[in-house]
């Protein structure tokens, strides 16, 4: 498990999109990036890495309309051996991917699913690295992905590796300033590293949690149409999560539906958090 997403931390747990082709997204999630199916209904899958933790869910719309709020969602894996396997597979399957890049303390591939969601799939080289990044710059690159080291370290893949987590989640904002500050007050999130365009925050001094940017110019959120419903954020310890409820309740849109609480960043974009754990 990763040193930023358990104890005192604050992070996202799962992510839920609506699709219009749910059966193109369905064998997508299962087939290329061997997710194990958790859930399937009528106009409705979920997903999961370990049998029991929902790490992505998937509505059916009739919207036409999408949501440029996402940016991507970032897959955490345990190993350099497990996101190798991965790798190796999509290749085999002949999916394009859009990139690839050396971050110096992290490794990292992205590729798009069938309806443009973004998605990030890496490994922390140096997952100890952000605690005093500010006094070192340098350790953050942006060196060619080493392609050809992983794929001599793959290993046959049958399906997502079983430790596989949400590490990230990256977001276009409308205001950048505005955005910070929701993520500064209401999370309690610190910046840890930043450029004029985006913001990279995190609970624990993970190098982000949640980035935010400016690069493309965001809709109106509408949780019914196609892209990004909402977040789910988790956090393993009662009295942090007592803390973050006590900042979230107090928000105008904030709503109470059984034991799961119901809210919007400063973009409007839908978040979700357990009462209890």
């Given amino acids: 498990m990763s040193l930023y997403h358990n104890n005192q931390a604050i992070y996202p747990k799962s992510i839920a ?12 999630y299962k087939d290329i990036l061997g997710f194990k199916l958790h859930e399937s209904k009528e106009g409705f899958a979920s997903f999961t890495a370990n049998g029991k933790d929902v790490l992505l869910e998937l509505y059916q719309t009739n919207s036409v309309s999408t949501n440029v709020a996402l940016y991507h969602v970032a897959y955490l894996f345990n190993s350099k051996e497990a996101l190798a396997s991965i790798f190796r597979h999509i290749l085999v399957q002949k999916y394009p991917m859009t990139g690839g890049a050396d971050h110096t303390v992290s490794d990292a591939l992205y590729l798009d699913d069938p309806e443009g969601n973004g998605i990030e799939l890496y490994f922390d080289t140096q997952p100890d690295a952000w605690d005093d990044i500010e006094a070192h710059p340098e350790r953050l690159q942006n060196y060619p992905f080493p392609y050809d080291e992983y794929l001599r370290m793959a290993k046959k893949f049958y399906s997502i590796d079983s430790n596989t987590i949400i590490g990230h989640i990256h977001l276009h904002t409308i205001n950048l300033k505005d955005a910070v500050k929701f993520y500064e007050t209401v999370f309690g999130y610190d910046t840890i590293a930043k450029v004029p365009s985006a913001y990279f925050m995190s609970s624990q ?8 940017n400016t690069w493309r110019v965001p809709t109106v959120f509408d949780d019914k149409n196609l892209g990004l419903k909402y977040i789910v954020l988790e956090t393993e310890a009662n009295e942090v999560r007592e803390q973050l409820l006590n900042r979230i309740n107090p928000l105008d849109n904030a709503t109470s539906n059984n034991d799961v609480v119901l809210f919007k960043d400063a973009n409007g974009y839908a978040y979700k958090i357990k009462t209890q754990k």
């Fill in 205 to 212: 001094r993970y190098h982000h949690h949640i980035a935010l």
């Fill in 17 to 28: 999109l609506n699709v219009k082709d749910l059966k193109k997204m369905v064998q997508f």
